[in-house]
């Protein structure tokens, strides 16, 4: 069996054919990119409470969480910046739990873009709330239904170290206007863009696979953290496999 990998949605108003109704929605590059590399994708709709989000990463190998639109700051105890956006408060609080849960049960997990800060979030950290009041540009933005390219660098850690090259500045898909600031208890930076903006974080505790990274890299080529937290979901799906399950057992 391929491990399961759960992934965080939208849930959005969409046309149906001209039918408009309220929908769960993901990207299908996430879908692919799951796929390619040997996971079973499974959507995880926003909506659910803390207990059906510990009752969810109990049966999951691995969590990506999707990327989207803005934290609401009084999450993390922020004023809210006039560019700031808050739209999802049902995701918020679901994803945030996903976090926690995947932390404490040693799930791996994947954050994207968005996913990423939510992790940092999860851990007690903060946001840059508009990246371009710091660095001056609107290079990390793209265009506004697009993403644009810019380039990171890994120069620490241990796990985005062996998945991606150090040391040399690569080029990444990216469309974000937020970012991390005071990071989280347990994360450490590993990335960076040439203007200092965080670009991936890492649990700082030994084999445990937790990594956000602030690009998009289900929109590009390179599938290698992909692959990677397959491979990472994969050994905790055949330590799960041993674990009878307790109805089973008592039968």
């Not at 965080?8 to 109704?21: I, K, L, M």
């Not at 808050?86 to 954050?111: C, K, Q, S």
């Not at 500045?169 to 200092?196: C, K, R, S």
Request: hydrophobic share 45%.
């Amino acid at each position: 069996m391929a491990p399961t990998i759960g992934i965080t949605t939208y849930h959005a108003h969409a046309d149906w054919r001209g039918w408009p109704e309220e929908g769960v929605l993901l990207p299908w590059t996430y879908v692919t990119a799951i796929r390619a590399n040997g996971g079973r994708p499974v959507l995880l709709p926003p909506g659910g409470d803390a207990a059906e989000a510990d009752a969810t990463v109990a049966v999951l190998d691995g969590v990506v969480i999707a990327g989207g639109g803005d934290i609401d700051p009084a999450i993390y105890g922020a004023a809210r910046h006039p560019r700031t956006e808050v739209t999802a408060p049902d995701r918020d609080a679901w994803e945030l739990a996903l976090a926690e849960a995947a932390i404490r049960m040693n799930v791996p997990m994947l954050g994207i873009c968005r996913g990423m800060q939510v992790v940092n979030v999860a851990c007690g950290g903060t946001l840059h709330q508009h990246v371009p009041d710091l660095v001056g540009h609107e290079g990390h933005s793209g265009a506004p239904a697009g993403f644009g390219v810019h380039k990171v660098r890994v120069t620490s850690g241990r796990t985005v170290s062996g998945i991606l090259p150090g040391g040399e500045y690569f080029e990444v898909p990216t469309h974000h206007h937020q970012a991390v600031n005071m990071l989280g208890d347990g994360l450490a930076a590993v990335a960076w863009a040439d203007d200092g903006i965080i670009e991936a974080i890492e649990a700082t505790t030994p084999h445990d696979f937790i990594v956000g990274v602030q690009w998009h890299p289900e929109q590009g080529e390179d599938y290698r953290l992909f692959r990677a937290l397959v491979a990472a979901a994969d050994i905790h799906y055949s330590e799960r496999a041993v674990v009878p399950v307790p109805y089973l057992a008592s039968t």
